[in-house]
C-alpha cells in the first residue's frame, strides 16, 4: 500500500488589531481591571443610602449569564419599560429583546440584593457608531423602590469608566423613548445630549411626516492627562500607547518606533506651518502633531500633513533641569483643509 501525506489546514489565527475587538475578546475579570477600572476595591458593594440595605454588583458577559439572571433582567425590562415600547413603532416584542440581550459582546453589570435577585442592570457594549467608536449603553433598568436613590447615576459612571480607559472612545451612546420622559430628564442631568445622528422629524411622500419617537442622546467623556513624564522614556511610552489605537492598518515608520520605544532618547521636532520659520515645540504639542500626522486627524480648520519622511538624527541633549526630553523628528505643514 502506497503511503501518502495528509495535507492539514491549518488557519492562522489573525492577530486582533482594532482596539474594540480587542476589549470585547477579554475576559469579564480583566476587562473589569482594565476597562471598568473601578477606583475603589469596594466597588463591587452600594448601600441604599435611603435604607442602609447593602447590594453585591457584578460585571458577567451575556455568554456567562445565568438562564435566571437573564429572565430576572428581561422581566425588569417589561415592568419598567413595556408601556413605552408599545407605544413605540418598533413595538413590544419579547423573543426579540431577548435575542438582543443574548447579543455575544453585551456584558451586564448586574445589582443584587443579599438574597441573590436581581433587583438593577445595566447592559454596555464597546462598538461603533456611523463609524464612531462609542461605549453603548444598551439598558438601564431599577426597581421602583431603588429608583432615585443614587444607583442609576453609579451604573451610568461604570459606562463613562468603560469609555475613558478604552482609547479611542471617547463617548457614551443611548437611545431613549421620547415618551419616557423621567429618563429623559435623568439622562439630561447627568449631561447626556441630544447625538448628531438621532433622527429628525422629515417630509414624507403624498404630505405625510415621519416624526421619530426616541431620541439618540451622547455623552463626550473628559479623559484624564497624563502625569508629566520625568524622564524621556516615559514620554515616548505615553505616545506609543496613544498612537497604538489610531489606525491599525497603518505601519509606523520605524524611526519614531524607536523613538516611542526608548531605543533612541533624545531627538527634536521640527514643524514648519504656512509662511513661518521652523520652529521646536514643547513636549505638550508633540503628541497632537504626531498623533494627527499618522492617523490624519482633521481639526475644525487644519490638518497637519507628513511633508518628509520621519529621519534619525545624532543624539542631542536638551537642559531641561531635569532629565533629558525626549522629542520627535517629524516635519508638518499647517494646511487649511480642503
Excluded at 78 to 105: F, H, L, N, Q
Excluded at 279 to 295: E, F, H, K, N, W
Excluded at 309 to 337: F, N, Q, S, W, Y
Aim: net charge positive.
Amino acid at each position: 500500500m502506497k503511503g501518502f501525506k495528509l495535507k492539514q489546514n491549518v488557519k492562522r489565527r489573525r492577530a486582533v488589531t482594532n482596539p474594540i475587538e480587542r476589549a470585547n475578546r477579554k475576559d469579564d475579570e480583566t476587562f473589569t481591571k482594565e476597562h471598568l477600572c473601578p477606583s475603589s476595591s469596594t466597588w463591587a458593594e452600594w448601600i441604599n443610602p435611603k435604607t442602609q440595605d447593602k447590594f453585591s454588583l457584578s460585571l458577567t458577559g451575556s455568554g456567562k449569564l445565568s438562564n435566571e439572571d437573564l429572565d430576572a433582567c428581561f422581566r425588569l425590562v417589561e415592568e419598567t419599560s413595556r408601556a413605552d415600547y408599545e407605544s413605540s413603532s418598533v413595538g413590544w416584542k419579547p423573543s426579540k429583546k431577548i435575542t438582543e440581550m443574548k447579543s455575544p459582546e453585551l456584558r451586564y453589570i448586574l445589582v443584587k440584593d443579599i438574597t441573590g435577585a436581581v433587583r438593577g442592570f445595566t447592559s454596555l457594549m464597546p462598538t461603533y457608531e456611523e463609524g464612531e467608536p462609542v461605549v453603548y449603553c444598551y439598558e438601564i433598568h431599577l426597581k421602583p423602590e431603588l429608583q432615585g436613590t443614587g444607583l442609576g447615576r453609579t451604573l451610568m459612571e461604570f459606562l463613562e469608566s468603560v469609555a475613558i480607559n478604552t482609547p479611542p472612545i471617547e463617548k457614551v451612546m443611548l437611545t431613549c423613548f421620547l415618551s419616557n420622559q423621567k429618563a429623559f430628564a435623568f439622562y439630561k442631568k447627568l449631561g447626556f445630549e441630544k447625538d448628531e445622528i438621532s433622527p429628525e422629524p422629515r417630509k414624507l411622500r403624498f404630505g405625510k411626516e415621519f416624526i421619530p419617537d426616541y431620541v439618540i442622546m451622547s455623552k463626550i467623556v473628559k479623559k484624564q492627562q497624563p502625569a508629566p513624564a520625568k524622564d524621556g522614556s516615559s514620554i515616548g511610552r505615553v505616545l506609543a500607547r496613544e498612537i497604538e489605537h489610531i489606525n491599525p492598518t497603518r505601519t509606523i515608520p520605524e524611526a519614531i518606533t524607536k523613538v516611542l520605544s526608548g531605543r533612541q532618547s533624545t531627538t527634536t521636532v521640527v514643524a514648519e506651518t504656512d509662511g513661518d520659520s521652523a520652529q521646536t515645540l514643547s513636549g505638550g504639542a508633540i503628541a497632537g502633531i504626531v498623533i494627527g500626522s499618522i492617523a490624519g486627524r482633521i481639526t475644525r480648520s487644519r490638518r497637519l500633513h507628513t511633508t518628509t519622511a520621519l529621519r534619525d538624527i545624532p543624539e542631542k541633549r536638551m537642559a531641561t533641569g531635569h532629565a533629558p526630553v525626549i522629542l520627535i523628528i517629524i516635519i508638518v505643514r499647517a494646511v487649511h483643509r480642503s
